[in-house]
């Protein structure tokens, strides 16, 4: 964290930028107050990259256009009824909101907007006192009502007010919590703990959009067990993400096996790891965190709990936990109103990530290979990731056996794509080309002989336009004979 006087030199650089110093003067013109406030101001104490710039104003939504027009390159509603308009100056985009006062009714998903007067008002109802600091402008002087800066040295996240007014008024920061746990690495104050254990089921008014964009925040944290641990220490996973606490499985003296919540935990924390690594060795930069693989790890085992069975002997097992948890992913995922695309490839990836098990006892074939390459499709980078991070076992002698056998995987994979261009694997004949050879219309068999060939292809690698001609007439004949 940046010393005090350094944030704040940060700051007044920051806001003495002459578009931002024109802006504030023609608020301050029109008779208007105007105040840099929240995440950009937290974020210079922090020493993190400042990017779009927040503003509260005593303006009302129509003042701030009359206002911002004439000295903005672009100005757009982002949410008139809630007070915001942003704006572009030069190459900063800004966002500027009239003081308010947002709270939910007992029964509503949508807050009810109520704009305020005081800059020190507006602050009052934010939802930590880490995001309620602000600087006047065009004064540059700090303004902090509620402690924020000495939380923020104390590593400390607290409410403005008491922690059940705050999550009263808009039951989402219940969920921010736990994001800011993890993405600012801070201490959670034990009265807002307790607080969203008590209100956890007031998080069934917000919707289902507003929930899933909470919680891929936290995904995409560079560290979010801190704050996915929160969320199910207070109980808030039970009402958001209910197959997280549930993969808290019994573990009793005569049934020993993983603990599957840590484990997975665990295997989320070893997929950022591999992915900002391979990713940094593959185009040596830093790439977006991947959302699909984060959830790919988090949910891999949620069809464990409806899988066990303990066998004589007290063995425990989970058959089919891989088909059972893509099922019950993609129920979530939907319920959450994630993207279908997303919601393919994080339920297929958990459908795949057991078929790499048992290659270092049976090394696969060449067919096996291409097989794996085929099934995984577009996600073989993704699944290479989440086997290698489902390793998680304390017997150094074994994970380095696994690890061994998957490089050697990965190994046969890039050399058979060599050989054979295996991203793109196609029967040797396309479908005009059968209905040719076979004096056939399109239809039904043209679909069943491309399948035949596919399956040659897999199995004996490329054969050649006149082999693979061979074969399919044989096969028709044989096909034909049998009918």
Do not use: C
């Not at 305020?116 to 008002?121: A, C, Y």
């Not at 902090?144 to 939380?151: F, I, K, S, V």
């Amino acid at each position: 964290m940046e010393s005090v006087a350094a944030a704040v030199t940060r700051l007044q650089t920051l806001a003495s930028d002459p578009a931002i110093l024109a802006l504030a003067e023609r608020f301050q013109s029109a008779g208007h107050e105007l105040a840099l406030v929240g995440g950009p101001v937290r974020d210079a104490f922090l020493g993190r990259p400042v990017n779009d710039l927040d503003f509260a104003t005593s303006a009302r939504p129509d003042d701030i256009v009359r206002i911002v027009g004439p000295v903005a390159d672009a100005h757009w509603d982002i949410g008139r009824a809630f007070g915001t308009i942003g704006a572009r100056l030069g190459g900063t985009t800004v966002e500027i909101t009239t003081y308010r006062s947002d709270a939910y009714g007992a029964d509503s998903r949508k807050p009810e907007v109520a704009f305020g007067d005081t800059l020190e008002g507006d602050l009052g109802r934010r939802d930590f006192t880490i995001n309620a600091m602000a600087l006047r402008l065009p004064e540059l002087t700090l303004v902090d009502p509620t402690g924020g800066l000495e939380h923020l040295l104390e590593h400390r996240l607290a409410t403005p007010g008491t922690a059940e007014s705050s999550f009263g008024d808009d039951p989402l920061r219940m969920l921010r919590a736990a994001r800011f746990a993890a993405q600012l690495e801070v201490d959670v104050d034990d009265a807002v703990v307790v607080a969203m254990h008590s209100m956890r089921e007031r998080l069934q008014i917000i919707s289902a959009e507003r929930v899933r964009d909470e919680l891929t925040k936290l995904l995409l944290t560079a560290a979010p067990r801190r704050g996915l641990e929160l969320l199910v220490a207070t109980g808030i996973a039970e009402v958001v993400l209910p197959e997280l606490p549930a993969l808290r499985l019994e573990v009793d003296e005569h049934a020993h096996h993983k603990d599957v919540y840590e484990h997975s935990l665990t295997v989320l924390d070893q997929a950022i790891e591999l992915e900002g690594a391979r990713a940094g060795a593959t185009t040596g930069s830093v790439t977006p965190p991947d959302l699909v693989l984060r959830l790919s790890a988090l949910l891999h085992d949620i069809g464990k709990p409806a899988t066990k069975r303990v066998e004589s002997g007290g063995v425990v097992t989970f058959h089919h936990h891989d088909v059972v948890g893509a099922k019950l992913a993609r129920k979530r995922l939907t319920a959450l109103r994630f993207d279908n695309d997303t919601i393919k490839r994080v339920s297929r990836l958990i459908e795949l990530h057991l078929r790499f098990f048992g290659y270092s006892d049976a090394p696969w074939t060449d067919s096996g290979v291409r097989r794996y390459v085929r099934d995984a499709e577009d996600e073989l980078e993704r699944l290479h990731i989440l086997t290698r991070a489902d390793v998680t076992t304390r017997n150094r002698r074994k994970a380095a056996r696994l690890r061994g056998a998957y490089d050697e995987l990965e190994k046969r994979i890039a050399r058979l794509a060599e050989q054979e261009e295996l991203a793109a694997i196609r029967p040797d004949l396309d479908g005009e080309r059968i209905m040719a050879v076979l004096d056939v219309p399109p239809g039904p068999l043209v679909g069943e002989a491309y399948r035949f060939l596919l399956e040659l292809r897999l199995d004996e690698g490329p054969l050649g336009e006149e082999e693979a001609e061979r074969r399919l007439r044989r096969w028709f004949e044989s096909r034909e004979a049998s009918d």
